[in-house]
């Protein structure tokens, strides 16, 4: 008959399944927690105190095993223990974690072992003026026909800044001159565009070349700036501007492109003859990142790729030409080209609590907690994960592709005492990755089998005689202590032996 322990016993385990299945899913709904800091804090900063949002005490927060827990891009944080203070480990890169996306959220989990239960939270990364605004190219030259009428635009080179909001790019100021005012723009990117405007007609005769000072502020307490030169070569007459044949292209390419592959070409026309009817194709507005990546031919105005693609890092690229003729006037288009994602990364399991030896007569055990990633999207990003249908164990999904790996009956160590657990991930891509992690799980030995003779009763044939015999001199260690002694007879004194039953 079963105890009211033994009922306890068998009944805790499962209670405690159902209240970890309840709080995955009420986490999974709620809203996550969320905490900020400065950019480049440094190590050791305390960012919040958990306690009261994990609504515990400090010795409870101790006994419970928490650790902070995240994925993709990773944040090195600590929970100490002893306080419930969350500190930096180290210093944290707004630009490195999140680009140019603001604001800069990155989340992560407050994982508790004892019992098993998972805190949402994220942490902002708030932006420092921490970069000036730099031109990629110190000279930016233009080439303008003495024959211009005033009020003309010019577009010029955009300066870069890391940083985002208000320590972003701001305004630009261009140096006192009898030609130009500035003009600032905004772009359908939400970029602040200067544009030289033409004041006064141009005179070769008189001045063939103008050099005026750009410089790019941003909006920090003090802010900084970046200064470029722009080179201005009086050209003579040139009536026609260059013509794109159209002024939109899209194209895309595979992720695995090798090195020096064609990825678009573009076409102008100009209707002027010799050097004014001469097009030269370059990149306008280009980021570092398009820069690194293509590069144009001047002449024919086809596009190759200069380093590989990555669908994980960057998805698309908006590429600005401008087909510059040879009196300086210039027509533009764009080039939008899509990266075609490829499944080329394999899922990664990342263990967070494992446990490798467990008592027998358990009911559903928890052997592992660990998490499923793959850098992948859409199909090539989608993940199934599985272990070998013979074994006693299954996996229970939880919130943020989490998995608890647990026992499904109570093991006997006196069957087995250990078994191999392959978690196999794979990806739903074509063609399928998978990543294997394999457990060992030793069943430790409980005192639950009571000594038990071989058979339940030995029947032994007596011996009588004056000598021992070889068969007594075996059995008579071990029916010590069960023989019994008849009578002695008259004229033999050696002893003799019942038939007798042990049980």
Known sequence: METREGKQRVLKPRQVLLFFVWLGLVQAASKPRRYSVAEETESGFVVANLLKDLGMEVKELALRGPRVVSKGKKLNLQLDRQTGDLLLNEKLDRE????????????????????????????????????SPVFLDKNINLKISESIVPGTTFLIECAQDLDVGSNSLQSYTI????????????????????????????DREEESEIRLTLT?????????????????????????????????YEVQVPENSPVGSHVATV?????????????????????????KTFRINAKSGEILLTQKLDFESIQDYTINIQAIDGGGLSGSCVVYVQVMDLNDNAPEITISTLTSEIPENLQETIIAVFSVSDLDSGDNGRMVCSIQDDLPFFLNPSVENFYTLLTNTALDQETRSGYNITITVSDMGTPRLKTEHNITVQVSDVNDNAPAFSQTSYTEVCLTGGSETSEFKFLKPIMSNFLVKSSERANDASPSFRNIEFS
Do not use: M, W
């Open 175 to 202: 140096s006192p001159n009898f030609y130009f005012h500035l003009k600032l723009q905004d772009s359908p990117q939400g970029r602040l565009v200067p544009q030289l405007i033409l004041d006064k007609a141009l």
């Open 96 to 131: 490195e974690l999140c680009g140019p996306t603001e604001p800069c959220v990155v989340p992560f989990q407050v994982l508790l072992e004892n019992p098993l239960q998972f805190f949402q939270a994220e942490l902002q990364i708030r932006d420092i003026n921490d970069h």
């Open 216 to 248: 790019a502020l941003d909006g920090g307490s003090p802010p900084t700036s970046g200064t470029a030169l722009v080179l201005i070569e009086v050209l003579d007459i040139n009536d026609n501007s260059p013509e794109f044949s159209q002024l939109r």
């Open 267 to 291: 076409s102008a026309k100009d209707l002027d003859i010799g050097a004014y009817g001469q097009i030269s194709y370059v990149f306008s507005q280009a980021s570092e990142d398009i820069r």
